[in-house]
């Protein structure tokens, strides 16, 4: 990508000051660290009327913000409507598009319209339902670096999957399926039409600019996300110390948006790092905290009595057999003994 093209694309994913908080945003979970999955109600018009007989024939769409940042989560969305409105609806009334299209004011306020219930309900809230998964940084993080690595996109499709199947089990009346890629269409298609055998299913790339339900659910993933950041930047806002310079922005969280790198660098911490924002896995990260400028504490484990280092775990320096074959060091076994014994 030319660097003009990714000035746009940092500028775009740049959230606003006071954007909409979706419902979606729990923020116990966002400080915590967790992953969560948010169903919006849905709409009354679409339940089934008894149950013999489905509600209206709908369409949906799935679309995700946050793939590539090193901050934030990674934040799946997902739109349904009935077929005869997705156009005249969506696309002619509201004009919805691409998240990347519009502006982060214009994404916040049909966000704020579709969730908009009193004094009284929107055409968007009466006849059109949505969900996010928020994919917490420090999962996708951690799930990257297992022994046996999961992979972003196949955390992206198990999203996905859990994310439909959630709405089926609502008792939506789901008959069409649009999806913008991840990898091969071909084979992201494939695997859906076995698991959802009911509804036609299209996956295809740029979605988002060509399904309005996709259009839908990638402005519900990018004002969640937007809310999400600005969410988590508060902690550090609040806890600057007084006297010092505030904080600048860490922008879009993108590795190429020199305001995030610039605030990584600040906010080091020498020995944890960063906290639940920052996508471990993430080149960026590894790059800054091997730096030896960086001012990142070198921790080197202790090998095994075999020189076995890569069977080594954590636990076995506090075990009882640590302590016993550890005698002779005389700070090797404090670890869970009695008050009063005598360490020193």
């Not at 809310?227 to 904080?247: F, I, R």
């Amino acid at each position: 990508m030319e660097d003009s093209q990714m000035e746009d694309v940092v500028e775009l994913e740049t959230a606003i000051e006071n954007v909409f908080m979706a419902p979606s945003v729990d923020k116990s979970k966002l400080f915590s660290g967790r992953s969560y999955t948010h169903y919006s109600a849905v709409p009354a018009t679409l339940l089934p009327s008894s149950e013999t007989e489905p509600g209206p024939e709908c369409c949906l769409g799935v679309d995700e913000a946050g793939r590539g940042p090193v901050l934030g989560p990674m934040v799946y969305g997902l739109f349904y409507l009935p077929l005869p409105l997705s156009d005249p609806l969506l696309k002619t009334t509201h004009h919805f598009d691409d998240s990347k299209v519009l502006t982060a004011a214009v994404r916040s306020q049909l966000m704020e319209q579709l969730c908009t219930s009193t004094p009284e309900p929107t055409d968007l809230y009466t006849n059109c339902g949505w969900a996010v998964e928020v994919m917490s940084a420090r999962d996708i993080g951690a799930n990257m670096l297992k022994p046996a690595m999961y992979n972003l996109n196949a955390q992206a499709m198990d999203s996905t999957i859990a994310l439909i199947q959630g709405v089926l089990k609502r008792g939506v009346n789901v008959k069409e399926i649009y999806i913008d890629t991840i990898g091969s269409p071909e084979v992201y298609q494939k695997k859906l039409e076995r698991i959802f055998p009911t509804a036609r299913v299209t996956v295809a790339k740029k979605a988002d600019s060509l399904y309005p339900c996709v259009s839908a659910a990638s402005v519900c993933a990018k004002v969640t996300r937007d809310s999400a950041l600005e969410v988590l930047y508060s902690a550090y806002e609040q806890s600057g110390k007084e006297g010092e310079k505030e904080e600048d922005s860490w922008g879009s969280g993108y590795p190429s948006d020199a305001r995030c790198v610039s605030w990584l660098k600040r906010n080091m911490d020498p020995v944890f790092g960063w906290g639940a924002e920052t996508r471990f896995s993430w080149g960026t990260v590894k790059d800054l905290l091997e730096l030896k400028s960086s001012g990142a504490a070198k921790v080197d484990w202790p090998a095994n009595d075999d020189g076995d280092d890569e069977n080594s775990r954590l636990t076995d320096y506090f075990s009882a057999g640590g302590r016993e074959k550890d005698a002779g060091d005389e700070l090797a076994g404090w670890f869970g003994m009695e008050v009063g014994t005598e360490v020193f």
